[in-house]
């Protein structure tokens, strides 16, 4: 057994029934010209056939009751049953992609069973246009979405006529470690307390610049609206993608960074989407905004390396030039408090900063004593710049499904995949009706920017 990093446990500690934690993604592949009929089928018994697991995928919880002291620990499997894991699924005719909309939907509010590693993989075949879905998901507490991101690249290949390539989930060659995962933790637990102690100055004049602000975002501060209810079970997913060229001539007309951009598209279709539910509050929204303090090549073990951020929308203003310029100001002044720490800082201070949300997700009643700290999360994943495959068989799409908790009942994570941006919307179907309405939203808000872009 191995000690699981506080990090990744918190998001163990604050599931419920109606609050999974875990995140997941929705491939869309081409099969090659010579794939055959039984495409899908083959693709899954392949994967299902992998004879070494990577630990990270053979990881559960030592414990499932909360009483015991074991749960502080992972158990590492010797083997996984592959055939609970991946699994074949077929669409009823004609196959429309809203069709996988709706089973995706309902696999993403199934949580995922403690008693076997913490993670699960759909194979879809019958979408009429001859594609095949690949719906994977996993706890939070095993990855983040960029590690999640970065071993899904490892597993595919630029050349379309490569083949013989691993399952994501498979073991890869790694240097060996000198210390096991109990002196790894205590290490660094041991270089966290440390940095906190060392970074307390930073962190005091980086809050009195935030109260001495008030147009800063800032803990407890967000207004309240319907996304700060209490959640239920079932989930809602709606995905698409938009052109990255579009997105970059905008930027470059505006002056700002890609980032911005996607941001102002969601402010915008979220203003309109309030307005039509006759919701929308007279203060700005704030969005959680993750950010990565994972380098590239750190995937080995899984795990969580995310900070917080917290953006103004703007979406207090009709015109689209208020709220960009609201957002990059936002923006700016978060990388500046950033940019004065180090990862570990980084992560200490995020997780005190949104310590509130995960106490009102956890403690029943006191979200009706704290204010919210977000509205709606919105995170944007650096993917792929390259068309890729996998077996010959070409990604057309990576779509993401993220987590939703109790007082933020909304989630947009978008992720660039080769010349788009794709965009995966993640809600409770209780508490955002009519989710996929955003999604042409998000379309119009782009053409306003593209328009005040000049363009």
């Not at 996988?100 to 403690?114: A, I, K, N």
Request: glycine share 8%; proline share 7%.
């Amino acid at each position: 057994m191995r000690l699981i990093p506080p990090t990744d446990y918190m998001f163990l500690s604050v599931e419920r029934g109606d609050q999974p934690m875990h995140v997941g993604g929705l491939q869309l592949l081409t099969p090659p010209p010579d794939a055959g009929a039984d495409f899908a089928r083959r693709l899954r018994d392949s994967w299902a056939s992998t004879t070494d697991v990577a630990p990270a995928f053979r990881r559960r919880p030592a414990a499932t009751s909360a009483f015991s002291p074991l749960r502080f620990f992972w158990d590492e499997l010797d083997e996984v049953d592959l055939d609970y894991h991946v699994r074949l699924r077929g669409l009823p005719r004609p196959g429309r992609v809203r069709d996988l909309l709706e089973v995706v939907s309902h696999w993403h509010s199934v949580p995922l069973d403690r008693h076997y590693p913490l993670w699960e993989m759909y194979v879809v075949e019958g979408l009429e246009d001859g594609r095949v879905a690949v719906f994977t998901k996993f706890h939070h507490a095993l990855f983040d979405g960029v590690s999640a991101l970065l071993l899904l690249q490892e597993s595919l290949s630029p050349d379309p006529d490569a083949r013989d390539l691993p399952a994501f989930f498979a073991a890869r060659e790694r240097t060996a470690r000198s210390t096991s995962g109990r002196l790894d933790l205590v290490k660094s637990t041991v270089d966290l307390t440390a940095d906190v102690i060392g970074a307390v100055p930073k962190f005091g004049r980086l809050l009195t610049q935030v109260v001495r602000d008030p147009g800063r975002a800032r803990p407890l501060a967000a207004p309240r609206m319907i996304f700060n209810d209490q959640i239920g079970p079932a989930r809602r997913f709606a995905a698409q993608s938009y052109g990255i060229e579009r997105v970059k001539n905008a930027a470059h007309g505006l002056g700002c960074t890609v980032n911005d951009i996607v941001l102002a598209m969601c402010s915008g279709a979220l203003r309109r989407y309030l307005l039509e539910l006759d919701a929308l509050p007279d203060e700005s929204l704030v969005a959680f905004v993750p950010v990565s303090v994972r380098s590239k090549s750190d995937t080995e073990g899984g795990g969580n390396a995310v900070g917080a951020a917290l953006a103004v929308l703007g979406t207090q203003y009709p015109d689209v030039e208020s709220r960009l310029s609201t957002i990059t100001t936002s923006m700016g002044q978060a990388k500046d408090v950033l940019a004065e720490l180090d990862k570990t800082q980084i992560l200490a201070l995020s997780a005190a900063m949104m310590s509130p949300l995960y106490a009102t997700s956890s403690v029943e009643g006191l979200s009706q004593v704290l204010p919210p700290t977000a509205n709606v999360t919105i995170s944007n994943v650096p993917g792929p710049r390259e068309t890729l495959y996998y077996n010959g068989a070409r990604l057309d799409g990576f779509y993401p499904a993220s987590v939703v908790m109790d007082r933020i009942a909304l989630n947009i994570t978008v992720i660039g995949n080769n010349d788009s941006l794709e965009f995966g919307i993640t809600g409770s179907r209780e508490v955002a009706p009519r989710l996929q309405r955003l999604l042409a939203y998000l379309d119009d808000a782009l053409g306003e920017l593209e328009v005040a872009a000049g363009r």
